[in-house]
């Protein structure tokens, strides 16, 4: 699918509002732009935070949980380790 958007000449382009509410974007927000070998894209906050959950869910498979406390913890009793 695609849809063609017009650029202006000082750059400003206009997101279609079908487009806006699927983004969630109604009432404005932010948009990152990646440029790759393909092409453009343009990506939500929500959709990169969903597409890092999904890759976490993904490489930790069959693998206990590891959580930002358990990361603390350990980095905290590696510090006391190094106080001796």
Known sequence: MGIEIKVAA????????????????????????????????????????????AFYEEVSKGKPSFTVDDFLKQKRADAAREKY
Not at 36 to 47: I, M, N, P, T
């Open 10 to 53: 000082n750059g400003r382009m206009v997101l279609p509002v079908e487009v806006r509410k699927r983004l969630g974007l109604e009432n404005g927000g932010r948009l990152f732009l990646n440029e790759g070998e393909f092409g453009l894209e343009l990506s939500s906050v929500q959709q990169r935070v969903g597409k890092a959950q």
